[in-house]
Structures are given as structure tokens and as C-alpha cells.
Nanobody
């Protein structure tokens, strides 16, 4: 089992920045990808950013809506993933969920979610 704990959400004005963090614990040796989804009221669940690791290489991917504004990074030694969010917009308001994916066990683990609110 893998446990994920998120932090860093909050309220910010449009144009501001927030940094989300997600720390994994437990059987993290099998995790090969982590990332963030978000869920806004009345909207579809959206994959915001993901980062996958293979050996010493990492590959990041982003939703078109956040490219150029958000940056995902990971610290494999600490089993932590971060999401730096800059130039925030009101439409970024959502609950952000961290996930971790194990291809070995074909399992996806989820954090509890953290609220991000961007005021106009």
C-alpha cells in the first residue's frame, strides 16, 4: 500500500502562485509515475500534470490549459512530487488530487485532495 499526503493548497488572487506537494509513504518502491488531477464543480475530472520515471530520466506532461504556467517536479529520494503553479487564473479553482501509479501492481493510489481557490 501507498499513502499520499498533500499540502500547499489555499486561496490566492489571480496572477499569484501556489506550490502543491505530495509525499508518498509505504510501498513506494513500485511507483513509476505521479501527478495531479483536479476536479472543479460541475466539470470533468482533469489530468493537470504527470511525471514518470525510468532509471535516471523523468518525463513530464501537462494539460494544455496549464502549459507554461505549471511545473511538476519530483524528488525520488523523498517520494515526493511538487506542482508549482504560477500565473493562476480563476478557472484553476478546483480540488487538486495527487496520484501515484504502479505499473508493476497495476494500481493507482490517491491523496485526499487539497482545495485551490483563485479569486478574480
Amino acid at each position: 500500500q501507498v499513502q499520499l499526503v498533500e499540502s500547499g493548497g489555499g486561496l490566492v488572487q489571480a496572477g499569484g502562485s501556489l506550490r502543491l506537494s505530495c509525499a508518498g509513504s509505504g510501498s513506494t518502491f513500485s511507483i513509476n509515475a505521479m501527478g495531479w488531477y483536479r476536479q472543479a464543480p460541475g466539470k470533468q475530472h482533469e489530468l493537470v500534470a504527470s511525471i514518470s520515471s525510468g532509471g535516471s530520466l523523468s518525463y513530464a506532461d501537462y494539460a494544455d490549459s496549464v502549459k507554461g504556467r505549471f511545473t511538476i517536479s519530483n524528488d525520488n529520494a523523498k517520494n515526493t512530487v511538487h506542482l508549482q503553479m504560477n500565473s493562476l487564473k480563476p478557472e484553476d479553482t478546483a480540488v487538486y488530487y495527487c496520484y501515484a501509479r504502479s505499473m508493476i501492481t497495476d494500481t493507482t493510489y490517491w491523496g485526499q485532495g487539497t482545495q485551490v481557490t483563485v479569486s478574480s
